[in-house]
């Protein structure tokens, strides 16, 4: 049987990780075997799904590099379909109407909890005659649709978790629809499997309890049964269920914050998998050549940032300079790239430091605009602003009149460093540096002086002198 994945996210909210973890599994899975990796969105919630969040599904896709084959499903344009297959159980008593109210089955759950025993429907209606079901129905009584669950031991195969049984007799006779016209999830995505001819649903352990549901619907309605297998969920920090932090908030402000693909990809493939050799650095390549579901865990996997951002950091230092100076273009103003080669002097200085591009812009804001600062910046620790001023007039006349604009060479450092030795190291390097950032941590004086230039270098300079002047 060929090979036919799908990844069916509900617009509903915007894009999880957890999602977009369900989706990349998918994707290697078809395309390592050579099949189809299908989306299918399940949109049949009218009030809660949305336009945006549709769009923001289809950006984390493309951003991540996770292409499907064929059209998009909308089960929204499928209604007609659900509908005769709910006719064909109510033509074979397999589903019924069911009339009683949420407050009646609200104190049956709590009677059943009392008594100890797990809550399902009593089956108070699954005996109602059709003259009486079609009779409230045409009076406009509020009424579900009830599958009749048989009662048995359904045994499966996941292809994680191994052998999975579940006795369908605890779950009662199930609703699958609101209506006609409203079909839900656990029958929507039995029709939508079978039709779209999926071969192996792959989904999060959390719809592991829908599956035996699924199965038994299948069966009722004649369809063959694909394979199944259920990720591990993902953990927080503390091991625990990811918190509203990490659940919604888009997978796309990772991107807006200036991850790279690439990097985010060998993150979210490491949450549940693992390589031969258990690797930290899996490429996109190496993950289409290895991807298998036989390495794929049964515990939960934990969601790290820190890791996150060393992988980041490990492919920002893969990319070459012309690479990063164009990553980066849409986290930085305009004006930036063309000020003088700054930008690229920038990059190339702090290559090895980089996290993410957005935090690497917004650091470095002050190489393209000092922002304004206090004269007690410039003092290190208690030295009086004297010694302070002195010392700089003398980094001052040193820069000025070095022979030329290379301020990273050997020479250079060696002459700022017999200053220091005279002036004192605090007192030369700090006033120095923050002088020419305006900012009370940023990198050295001499880093910074290579990415300015002589000229704004000697200008800053000056205005912090200024500074300390009006100060006294």
């Not at 016209?181 to 071969?199: C, G, P, R, W």
């Not at 069966?219 to 625990?240: C, N, T, V």
Request: with cysteine; glycine share 6%; hydrophobic share 40%.
């Amino acid at each position: 049987m060929p090979i036919r994945v799908r990844f069916a996210p509900s617009p509903t909210g915007p894009l999880s990780f957890g999602n977009v973890r369900t989706a990349l599994f998918n994707w290697l899975f078809a395309r390592r075997y050579g099949g189809e990796f299908l989306l299918r969105i399940e949109d049949t919630d009218k009030e809660r799904s949305k336009k945006e969040y549709e769009e923001d599904l289809l950006k984390g896709l493309k951003w991540l590099g996770l292409n499907w084959d064929g059209e998009i499903e909308r089960q929204s344009q499928r209604t007609e379909i659900y509908k005769n297959h709910l006719k064909k159980l109510f033509e074979e008593k397999r589903a019924y109407y069911c009339f009683c109210s949420e407050e009646k089955l609200d104190v049956e759950r709590q009677e059943q909890l009392t008594r100890g025993i797990a809550p399902k429907y009593s089956g108070a209606c699954a005996n109602l005659s059709e003259a009486i079901a079609e009779e409230k129905i045409k009076k406009g009584e509020s009424a579900v649709i009830r599958f009749r669950m048989p009662a048995e031991v359904v045994v499966f195969n996941d292809l994680i978790r191994g052998k999975t049984s579940f006795d369908t007799g605890l779950f009662g006779d199930i609703v699958i629809a609101k209506g006609l016209e409203q079909a839900l999830y656990n029958f929507t995505v039995v029709i939508d499997d079978f039709e779209m001819k999926i071969s192996h649903v792959i989904r999060g352990e959390d719809h592991i309890s829908n599956t035996p549901k699924q199965i038994m619907l299948q069966r009722a309605l004649g369809f063959s049964q694909p394979e199944y297998a259920h990720l591990p969920l993902i953990l927080g920090p503390d091991r625990k269920k990811l918190s509203k932090r990490y659940l919604e908030t888009s997978f796309n402000q990772y991107a807006d914050d200036g991850y790279l693909p690439e990097a985010m990809m060998n993150f979210l493939v490491l949450l549940g998998w693992h390589p031969a050799l258990d690797r930290e650095i899996v490429t996109r390549e190496e993950m289409l050549k290895e991807f298998d579901l036989n390495r794929v865990q049964k515990s939960g996997a934990v969601f790290n940032l820190q890791k996150l951002d060393w992988l980041n950091a490990h492919y920002l230092r893969q990319s070459n300079d012309i690479g990063i100076l164009e990553k980066i273009k849409p986290f930085v103003p305009v004006e930036w790239p063309a000020e003088n080669g700054r930008l690229a002097r920038l990059i190339k200085i702090e290559k090895d430091r980089l996290k993410n591009l957005k935090e690497f812009a917004e650091e470095n804001k002050f190489i393209f605009a000092q922002p304004d600062y206090p004269a007690t910046l410039l003092i290190w620790k208690e030295t009086p602003a004297g010694k302070i001023k002195t010392s700089l007039e003398a980094s001052l006349m040193l820069i000025e009149y070095w022979r030329n604009e290379n301020f990273e060479e050997t020479d250079f450092q060696n002459a700022l460093n017999d200053l220091a030795l005279k002036n004192g190291r605090g007192e030369t390097f700090w006033p120095l540096r923050a002088a020419l950032s305006g900012q009370k941590n940023s990198p050295g004086p001499v880093e910074i002086m290579a990415i300015l230039g002589k000229t704004e270098s000697v200008a800053r300079i000056k205005k912090a002198l200024v500074k300390l002047e009006n100060d006294r």
